[in-house]
């Protein structure tokens, strides 16, 4: 253990530089990232100016570079050290022997704790169901504990109560890759809807509603407008999964009848009536544990993870191979890809714990080989799967499997795909297919000619076209003729009739007509969109995760 934490000591804060050394240019400086705290060895704050690009080659004694000025650090076996908070914006130095510095998360979770208790039969109900599950409790706050460290920094920088860190043990038992039978992803469980209106991307490569800290900052935002709207953080949390503006109806409506619009006063859905009891729980378990025979796992107060600058298309094997930890590891602090490579274009960083993010500069230094091997292609025509193989150079089999294309379906024009990189196309995607890469199928179908008799009275090119489903242009096209025309008794007229290459359930439930699949996922209906809660004031309802939900573990 000492060995341990000797060796964390003289790691050093190597993401740092990661942007100047990766872009070659000694005048840019990359936002510095945080770093993981030594719990016990001593260590002497000091001063250490920016160091230049040039010292940082050569080295394992990689420079800290500040953003404008020295940092400040602390040193440790020679080595400048920087704890710094916030991964993205540092600001706040840990000296782990400041005795006012406390080191237990869970200590500064319960000293934030300020929105009123509630207290009843359901509160009772669910503090019984989670203490009857000490394992679920288990993994679902050691799952927690890659992310709650961030939260709570995030939520008391805005001066919130710490019972919003709570929040994603019951939204998704704070796992960022959930998702609810209602198309909620994410830790904190955002609509695609309400996700677009706070500004969380969803496209082809990445789904921000899962990413670690753009879904906090989108969660805290509509929170924050959310209690400002109702002035009660109990309303909020009502609105929050049912919808804020069926909870301003539920308020009016208690208001006209002369009630108080209380949370426990007004009329909601069985779903939000247990919402807030089961934070109260989860409340009352971290401020007591002991009494309901749970152990919290041991949470230190300082960051997981730091934010590493990527200004390369990588693959995501490649990234977690170069940072020495496991591709699930990987994924749970980067969950927010949906591709096999990560585009720098649109996700300029990605999260990795202290220690690997070290180890990933170093690796990537030395790495010789491509780090990409994938990249994006844009179907210039609507094209057949076996067709785009063919001219991307891989396996339809291949194909089909990473961009996620069903059987029996064309690639639109305008589709991008994802396909192997070749040496002519090594270039990093560019942002804008980063940004809105979009991926268009349609039902691959099939002509079948039928020709008739025109009878005695003669028929217009009108009234055939209406009859078998088609324009006038194409039955004046197929018959060459024009469109006003009128087909003589006796002649023969040619129909070019679609048909469906197959018209079983399970294809059409799949992949309804008229249906732009999106993401690698048909995407909902704009109404069914327009009725999950949305921040233009809709009166709908998040359907949220529950704790029992065996999905979410």
């Known amino acids: 253990m000492e060995r341990q934490r000797a060796r964390r000591l003289a790691l050093p804060a190597a993401a740092l530089v990661l942007a100047v050394w990766l872009s070659g ?30 010292s940082a080659k050569g080295t394992d004694k990689l420079p800290i570079v500040g953003p404008t000025a020295a940092p400040d650090t602390l040193m440790a076996n020679g080595h400048a050290h920087v704890f710094a908070i916030d991964p993205l914006r540092p600001s706040v130095v840990i000296d782990p022997n400041d005795p006012s510095v406390r080191t237990d998360l869970w200590v500064r979770v319960r000293e934030g704790f ?45 001066g919130l109560p710490t019972e919003l860190a709570l929040l994603p043990f019951i939204e998704s038992a704070f796992n960022p890759q959930a998702m609810s039978s209602a198309r909620a992803s994410g830790m904190w469980q955002f609509m695609p809807a309400t996700g677009k209106d706070f500004d969380l991307k969803q496209n082809l490569f990445r789904d921000d509603r ?8 989108a969660a805290l935002d509509y929170l924050q407008m959310l209690h400002g709207q109702f002035g009660d953080w109990q309303l909020a949390l009502a609105a929050y999964n049912w919808g804020q503006g069926n909870v301003q109806k539920a308020v009016d409506r208690a208001l006209k009848a002369g009630l108080e619009p209380s949370y426990e006063k007004l009329r909601m859905p069985d779903e939000t009536r247990n919402y807030v009891p089961k934070l109260q729980a989860v409340k009352n378990i971290v401020l007591r544990p002991q009494e309901f025979a749970i152990t919290l796992p041991l949470l230190q107060n300082h960051p997981y993870f730091l934010s590493v600058p990527i200004t ?38 990605v999260l990795l714990p202290y220690d690997n993010a070290t180890l990933f500069v170093r690796n990537l230094r030395a790495h010789k080989a491509p780090l990409a091997t994938w990249t994006a292609w844009v179907a210039p025509a609507t094209l057949k799967p076996s067709e785009v193989a063919k001219r991307v150079g891989m396996s339809e089999s291949e194909l089909r499997a990473v961009n996620r294309i069903p ?21 990093n995607v560019p942002e804008q297919i980063a940004d809105n890469a979009i991926m ?50 006796g002649d023969t007229v040619v129909v070019m009739q679609v048909r469906k290459a197959s018209s079983s359930k399970k294809s059409r439930r799949s992949v309804p007509s008229k249906r732009r699949m999106a993401t690698g996922r048909s995407t909902s209906s704009a109404k069914a969109n327009s009725s999950k809660r949305s921040a233009a004031g809709k009166s709908s309802a998040k359907v949220a995760g529950t704790a029992e939900s065996a999905k979410r573990q």
């Open 25 to 54: 240019c000694a005048t840019t400086v990359a936002p510095e990232p945080d770093a993981k705290p030594a719990s016990t060895a001593p260590a002497t704050p000091t001063a250490v100016p920016p160091a230049s690009d040039k």
């Open 114 to 158: 300020a929105m009123p208790d509630l207290d009843g039969d359901l509160v009772i109900k669910w503090q019984q169901w989670y203490a009857s599950r000490p394992d679920y409790v288990q993994r679902m706050t050691e799952r927690g504990g890659r992310y709650l460290f961030y939260v709570v920094e995030e939520i008391e920088k805005r």
């Open 210 to 217: 899962r990413d670690v800290l753009a879904s906090t900052r």
């Open 312 to 349: 390369n298309d990588i693959d995501v094997d490649v990234a977690a191979q170069l940072a020495g930890i496991p591709l699930d590891e990987f994924k749970s602090l980067n969950p927010q890809m949906n591709k096999p490579v990560i585009l720098a274009a649109g996700t300029p960083q």
């Open 407 to 427: 059987p029996r379906m064309l690639v639109k024009t305008g589709s991008t795909l994802v396909v192997p990189r070749s040496p002519q196309n090594a270039a």
């Open 440 to 489: 268009i199928l349609a039902p691959e179908t099939v002509l079948r000619r039928v020709s008739f008799k025109v009878g005695r009275k003669g028929d217009s090119v009108a009234a055939v076209a209406k009859r078998y489903g088609v324009s006038t242009d194409q039955v004046a096209e197929w018959n060459s003729v024009s469109k006003t025309a009128r087909f003589k008794s």
